[in-house]
C-alpha cells in the first residue's frame, strides 16, 4: 500500500484511540470504584444505549472482515456465517435475556449458583468464562494483525506483531482504568461508526451494480473460478462426509454459542430491570440483523471486483477482502478516493477490533476476580471483599492479555471468522447446557452443573487440539507436525451434546437431592423479576 494509505490510516487509527483513551480517562475520575460500577456500569444504560453496546459487542473483526473474506472466496457456503450470528440472536431474546437478568449478578455463574453449592459451580463456570473468552480474543487480535499487515505491505510479521502487542495493551489500559461504563460508551461508538461504514461501502457496492443484485452475483460467479457452484452449497462444506459434518457443526456453534458468550451475558446487567434487558435485545436485533445482510452484499462484492485470487494473494484466509473492496470502490490504488476509502474502512475495522477485545476482557477479568478469586476469598467481609475482586479483576485483565496476545501470534494464517466459530463451539457446549439446565430443569443439581461445564469444556478444547486446525495441514498452527486425530475443524457436534449429556449424568447420579425450594425461588425470580438485583 502507498505511503498516503499508510499515513492516513494511522492517523484515523490514532484518533479512535485517543478519543476512546479519553472517555476511558473521564469515566475513571468519575467512578465510585465498586463493584457494581465496575462490572456492570451502575447499571445505568437505556435500552437503546445498552442495545446499541451489545451490537457492538457482537459485531467484532470476525463480522466485518471474516465473514466477508469467507464469502468472496466461497461464496454460499460463507453466507452460513452470516445467517448462523443472525439467527443465533432468537436463541438469546426467547431464552436468555430476561431470565439472566433477574437471576444474575454480573457473570453466568451468578446464575448457576443461585441454587447450587457457590464454590464447584463457581469455579467450573469462571474457568469455562475464561477459556472462551482468550479464543474469542485470539480471533480478533488475528485480524489486528492482518489489517496492519496491509496496511504496511502484506508481508511484515513484526508489524503484525506489534500490532498484536499494542491492541493487547490497550485492551488492559480501558478495562483497568475505566471498566464497564468506559467499555459500553467505547463499543457504542464504534457500533455507529461500523454501521455507518458498512452502510456508505453497501451502497456504493450496489451503486456500482446500478443496484442490480442479479449483476452483482452474476459477475462474482464469473470471477470465481468456480462457475455457478460458487452459488450453490458445497464449495468450502462439501465434497465428502468429513465437510458436510463440519457444516453441521458449524452451524450447531454459531446458533448455540451465543447465548453462552460471556462478554454478551455480561451486557444484561448493565440495564437497570429485565425489561430492559429484553428492550436491548431488540434494538441489538434491529442492528445486526441489518448489519449482517450487508456483509453478504459486500462479500459478493468483493469477489466480483476484487476477486477471489487478489482478495487470497493479500490474505490466504480472506480477512482483508472489505479493505482491498474499499480502495476499488474508491477509485482505485493511487487514487485520492481509494486512499480515502481504505484508510477509512481500516480504521473502522481497527475500532472494531479494540471495542470488541475491551469488552471481552472485562468479561473474562470478571469471571475470574467474582468467580474463581471470589470463591477462594468468600470469608472476608463484604466491602473490602468488592474492593479486593475490583483489584484482582485489573490484574486479570493484564494476565488475560498477555495470554491472548500468545495464542494470536501462532494463529496469525487462520480466518477470524474460523477462530469465533470455535469460541462459539466451546460457549455452546460448556456454557449454554449449565444456563439452560439452571434456568429450566427443576432436579438439576450442584454436581451436575460441573459436568455439564468439564463435560463439555473439556471434549471441546480436546478436540480442536486434535484437529486439523492444530496440526496435520499448510494453514494450521503447528503446519511441519502432524497429530490430528479428530477429522473435523469445528467440534460443536460432537462437545455440543457431551455437555448436556454430561449434565444428564451427573444430576441423575448425583447423591445430593435437588433442592425444590431453591428452584422455585429462581423460577420466580427468573419469570418476574422479583428479588433481582
Known sequence: MSGDHQTLALLLFSAFVAVTLGITTWVSRNRRGSAEEFYAGGRLFS????????????MSAASFLGISGVIALFGYDGVLYSVGFLVAWLVVLFLVAELVRNCGRFTLADVVAARMSERPVRIAAGTSSVTVSVLYLVAQM???GS??????????????????????????VYVSLGGMRATTWIQIVKAVLLMAGTIALTVLVLVRFHGNVNALLNSAVARSGHGREFLSPGLKYGGDWVARFDFISLGLALVLGTAGLPHILSRFYTVPTARAARRSVVWSIGLIGSFYLMTIVLGFGAAALVGPDAVRASNAAGNTAVPLLA???????????????FAVVAAVAFATILAVVAGITLASSASVAHDLYASLRRKQAKQAKQRSEVAVARVAAAGIGAVAIGL???????????????????AASANLPVLLYSLFWRNFTTRGAVWSVYGGLIPAVLLVVLSPVVSGGPEAIFPGVDFHVFPLEN??????????????????????PPDAAKHAETEV????????V
Open 47 to 58: 435500552p437503546m444505549e445498552n442495545g446499541f453496546a451489545i451490537a457492538g459487542d457482537y
Open 142 to 144: 488475528v485480524g489486528a
Open 147 to 172: 489489517l496492519v499487515a496491509l496496511l504496511l505491505g502484506g508481508t511484515s510479521g513484526a508489524a503484525r506483531a506489534w500490532t498484536v502487542v499494542g491492541v493487547g495493551a490497550l485492551m488492559v
Open 327 to 341: 480502495l476499488d470502490l474508491g477509485g482505485g490504488a493511487g487514487s485520492t478516493g481509494g486512499t480515502v476509502l
Open 408 to 426: 494470536s501470534l501462532l494463529a496469525q494464517n487462520l480466518n477470524v471468522a474460523f477462530l469465533v466459530g470455535l469460541a462459539f463451539a466451546v
Open 491 to 512: 467440534p460443536g457436534v460432537v462437545s455440543i451434546p457431551l455437555g448436556f449429556l454430561a449434565g444428564w449424568i451427573g444430576t441423575v447420579t448425583s447423591a445430593e
Open 525 to 532: 425470580r427468573s419469570l418476574t423479576g422479583a428479588g433481582a
